[in-house]
């Protein structure tokens, strides 16, 4: 059984739309969103998969059977999936068999995990792209909570994990250079992304952002899910 998160209507948040971040930004897909996360960031626009103390468990969450999620998720059609949350590698062994499965049928599977929770095997010949989110000290979440260097490593040494950082303000940077030198992440391999809720906050972060990148030669990542919906569930 796996825990996922649930939708107002009741049903469970799976959804079709186009891939808002990073480096498949634009791609039409199929979201998967579990619940429960190891982490508590002070931004996150998804606390009702993890902030018991104001949101109800059980009106948040629903257990379902792979089998179940399988059949939801090919109704769509669309042989690209990914798996957000929470965060999904909380539950990997019950994750594995589904994501193992969906491969076979020629998905194109990706995880978003915040990079504290090494993968075991079995997701790591499943899936197809690594959306790693370190979280730096904006989050809000204690060094170390959010930096568990066995785990940075396990995905710096897969070819297909990519590193996304949130960023807030400028000095935010330095933080970011500070990691990937201590942790020797692969800079072509990075990411930086504007912290926002709203298309101003994403825009006005951007502008600088995408400078920083360019002067660093790092990826740049806005999130258009937000540009075109605003922070809306199920888009």
Excluded at 116 to 130: G, I, R
Excluded at 205 to 228: P, Q
Aim: with cysteine; charged share 25%; proline share 6%.
């Amino acid at each position: 059984m796996l825990r996922v998160s649930r939708m107002p209507s009741g049903e469970p948040e799976i959804f079709r739309s186009v891939q808002g971040e990073g480096v498949s930004a634009g791609t039409p897909t199929v979201f998967l969103r579990l619940a429960t996360c190891n982490l508590a960031c002070s931004w996150c626009d998804t606390k009702y998969t993890w902030d018991w103390d104001s949101y109800d468990f059980d009106q948040q969450v629903m257990p379902m059977q792979e089998s179940d999620l399988e059949k939801r998720i090919l109704d769509f059609d669309l042989p690209h999936l990914v798996i957000t949350g929470g965060e999904p590698l909380m539950q990997q062994k019950a994750l594995a068999p589904l994501a193992q499965s969906l491969k076979q049928r020629g998905f194109f599977c990706e995880v978003e995990t915040n990079g504290t929770l090494a993968p075991q095997q079995e997701m790591v010949d499943a899936v197809s792209q690594w959306n790693v989110s370190p979280k730096l000290d904006n989050s809000g979440n204690d060094q170390d909570r959010r930096e568990v260097p066995e785990a940075l490593q396990a995905f710096r040494d897969l070819d297909s994990a990519y590193f996304k950082f949130v960023v807030v303000g400028p000095s935010d940077i330095d933080e970011v250079l500070g990691l990937i030198e201590k942790h020797d992440l692969p800079a072509d391999r990075v990411i930086l992304m504007p912290e926002g809720a709203t298309a101003a906050a994403i825009n006005d972060r951007g502008r600088w952002l995408a400078e920083a990148c360019a002067e660093n030669g790092f990826r740049f990542s806005t999130r258009l899910h937000i540009l075109l919906w605003g922070d809306q569930r199920g888009r």
